[in-house]
Every structure is written in C-alpha cells, then in structure tokens.
C-alpha cells in the first residue's frame, strides 16, 4: 500500500482533470491579468489489473495552505505562476484508506496559453506536453478551470490506467 501510495501522490500531483459534470456557465470575461487562487483539488481514480485481479484506488485531494496567483499576458501569451500550495491527500484501496500531507506544492512557473472558446490549454515552457483545461466560469472577478485526465500507467505490472480529476478556483 506504500509504493501504491507514493505513485498515486506523485500522479495526483502531477496530471490534472475535472468532474465530467462540469459545464460551461459565463465564459465571457477577460483572461488577462493576475489571479489569485482559493481551492484547488483533486479527485480521481486508478485501475490496475494484473494476472486477471483489478485493484481500484480512489484518492481525494483537498487544497490548503492555497497560496498563488497565476498572471496571463497577451503579448507574448505567457502564464507566470507564483507561490504555493498544500493538498490533504485521501487514498482508499482494498478498504483501506490513508491520508497524507503533501506540501509547497507549485505549477510551472513559466508557461504559454491559448484559449480557444471555454477551452484553455497551457504548456510549461521547454516541454511538449500541454494540459487542456475547460473554463466553467470566466467573468471580471472569478475564474474556474477543470482539466480531466486519463492516462496509462506504463510502470505498473499488469495493465493500468489512472483518471486524474483537477479543479481550480481564482479571483481577481
């Protein structure tokens, strides 16, 4: 259950998503300018099957210690992402649950932007990947972003995926 644990903080840290239930509601406001985060958190789920047995693990992470902001510019479409925050990480497997702290978490500081409709994509500077958020609210003072995630795990034994769920709440 530790190495489970370990590699499931890791992902949950590291990959973003959003709640299938989301829709888009007022996405007309402006994106440029400085953004102050007040939640951020994560759900989701991981799915391994090895010799014909799935194990499933479901994990909660709920954000404090929230403390960034994110700055968009228009020319060049930067996003700059300053400070940090801290997730209460709840993983249940095999009815089992534990619950860790990870803490001083960060995004990528230096990122580009585009956004196309309700959809915003960054990619972190000097990478390939980009993460593709949908905006459920953007009006003058409040900002909402989801991104869902489904990757496969490649170092697991057996077949595996995970199903990272990720949302972002910011005012101005």
Do not use: H
Not at 7 to 21: E, G, H, M, R
Not at 86 to 113: H, M, Y
Not at 147 to 153: G, H, K, R, S
Request: aromatic letters at 8%; charged letters at 15%.
């Amino acid at each position: 259950m530790k190495k489970l644990s370990t590699l499931f903080i890791a992902l949950s840290l590291v990959l973003t998503s959003c709640s299938k239930d989301d829709s888009p509601g007022d996405v007309s406001g402006d994106i440029l300018g400085v953004w102050t985060a007040k939640t951020v958190n994560y759900s989701g789920s991981t799915s391994t099957t090895y010799q014909w047995q799935t194990v499933k693990t479901n994990y909660i992470g709920e954000g404090y210690d929230v403390d960034f902001t994110l700055t968009f510019t228009e020319n060049p479409k930067n996003v700059e992402a300053e400070g940090t925050y801290s997730v209460k990480l709840t993983i249940s497997a095999l009815g089992q649950s534990q619950t860790q702290n990870v803490q001083n978490n960060s995004f990528a500081t230096s990122s580009t932007w585009l956004k196309n409709g309700n959809e915003l994509t960054i990619t972190a500077n000097g990478s390939t990947e980009s993460v593709t958020y949908q905006i459920i609210e953007l009006t003058e003072n409040s900002l909402i972003i989801v991104a869902d995630t489904v990757q496969d795990l490649p170092q697991t034994a057996g077949d595996g995926f995970t199903d990272i769920e990720m949302r972002i709440e910011l005012t101005r």
